[in-house]
């Protein structure tokens, strides 16, 4: 599967005054949390080799700290206060790079007393980031606690989210293959802006030539290709489709992928039944939820804002599921605050209900999701100005329908409707199971674009 991984740079801080015995005890409970949190995603790259103890608190450490974080490409700093800390190296530090920076120290266990001065962390942490703020760097907090609790691991899980999110969309490279269909206006977007504002780089790509791969690879018996054909029948029933629209369908996955891969992107938009029925007579719909199972998670209809949104979210599951991307259809006939999100067939298999056999229909996959918990999300703008919209819902049962679906259940679905209709979204929206709501809150906040909360109320209906 397609991942990411985040190199880390720590630069803890301490005050020149203050004890440096019980700054590294400090040091070393903290660190013990930061190694052990998703070590198989996440290069830690410390001070331990720059200063003493690897603890920064004076000035003429920050010149060889900066150059080795500047060598190591570190995609986020955590600058963690032992004490009261040394405000200008931690600015000096975060000044000098355009990553997400974390700030943190633990709680003081007791006030100051006669003859023994505290750590007064806090204090510190007050006057530090005011000095981060005069420095122009934007930076993320975990409330003042202890370095074991919940509060801190979890702070730290998604700051790191975060970093995994800003490092995806500013290096994330789409492949746009064909055009968007001619009725979809509600698609278009400006792929300049995604470049000037974020990095976001789009690789057109021909669906003509995707489809011609396609057709060479079943004529030649590639090997790959037949390997995955031989998968993709033990997985599904196929029996109401010719074995020549199976082929096509399994063959249409692996061209898809490989120009994917062929020009370095890591996510799709695709013009899917207005272009390939054409070309070889079925929708590429198996291929995008295949797939996103890989990490290369693929939008239907062109909708190139509907990529990046999947691409959000797959880096804020850090890579660990697949995402999908469903139509706004109807409320569920069986409750009032209930939505089906469905499409004609491009979910994920991975996330298929154990429940539910898949089937292969008309080149379109046909299953429910399993139950859970999601996060939904759309990135999208309207005359230059981004938004995203985030909410959260459990999952729930509703009459069953054909192609891939699941039905959402939230607490006011009045209220995301209104959400839905009066900001600048459309009747996609970007899934993934867990709950990130706080995770991509703070990654509007990084991207400097608006944040739309489904949880709180926006323009009323009539």
Request: aromatic share 8%.
């Amino acid at each position: 599967m397609y991942r990411e991984s985040i190199v880390l740079g720590v630069a803890p801080t301490k005050r020149g005054i203050l004890s440096m015995e019980e700054a590294s005890r400090q040091k070393d409970r903290f660190m013990k949390v930061v190694r052990e949190a998703m070590p198989d995603l996440v290069q830690i790259v410390d001070l331990d080799d720059i200063c003493e103890n690897g603890i920064l608190y004076t000035m003429d450490d920050v010149p060889a700290a900066i150059e080795k974080f500047h060598t190591a490409r570190v995609d986020a700093l955590f600058i963690p206060f032992c004490d009261f800390g040394e405000e200008q190296c931690a600015a000096a530090i975060a000044a000098a790079f355009k990553v997400p920076v974390l700030v943190w120290g633990a709680r003081d266990e007791v006030p100051n007393v006669d003859g023994a001065r505290g750590r007064d962390t806090q204090c510190g942490m007050f006057a530090a980031t005011k000095v981060l703020r005069r420095c122009g760097v934007k930076y993320s907090y975990i409330i003042n606690c202890e370095t074991e609790s919940a509060t801190f691991r979890t702070g730290l899980d998604r700051f790191l989210r975060v970093a995994a999110i800003l490092k995806s969309v500013r290096s994330l490279r789409i492949a746009v293959v064909g055009q968007r269909p001619g009725p979809f206006m509600s698609v278009m977007t400006n792929e300049g802006n995604l470049l000037t504002r974020f990095g976001i780089q789009t690789i057109p790509v021909s669906a003509s030539s995707v489809a011609q791969r396609a057709t060479e690879m079943i004529a030649k018996g590639d090997s790959e290709f037949e390997e995955y054909y031989q998968d993709l029948k033990s997985r599904m029933d196929c029996s109401t489709m010719p074995e020549e629209g199976v082929r096509t369908a399994a063959a249409l996955k692996i061209s898809l992928q490989r120009f994917i891969t062929e020009n370095n992107c890591s996510a799709a938009a695709v013009e899917c039944w207005s272009a390939f029925r054409a070309l070889v007579g079925i929708p590429p719909c198996l291929a995008l939820g295949e797939l996103s199972d890989l990490g290369l998670p693929a939008s239907c209809e062109t909708d190139l804002n509907g990529a990046v949104t999947m691409a959000i979210l797959r880096a804020c599951a850090l890579y660990e599921q697949a995402v999908f991307l469903a139509d706004l259809t109807i409320r569920n006939p069986e409750n009032d605050n209930s939505e089906l999100l469905w499409h004609c067939g491009p979910f994920p298999y991975s996330l298929k209900s154990e429940s539910c056999p898949a089937r292969l229909v008309e080149a379109r996959e046909r299953f429910e999701l399993r139950q859970g918990h999601l996060t939904l999300a759309r990135f999208d703008d309207i005359d230059g100005e981004y938004t995203l919209f985030a909410g959260e819902g459990g999952t729930t049962t509703g009459p069953e329908t054909t192609g891939t679906y699941v039905y959402l259940e939230v607490d006011d679905w009045k209220r995301w409707e209104e959400k839905l209709m009066f900001g600048p979204y459309i009747h996609h929206i970007g899934c993934v199971y867990g709950s990130h709501l706080p995770v991509l809150r703070e990654v509007a906040r990084y991207l400097d674009i608006t944040f739309d909360d489904a949880s709180v109320q926006g323009i009323h209906s009539l």
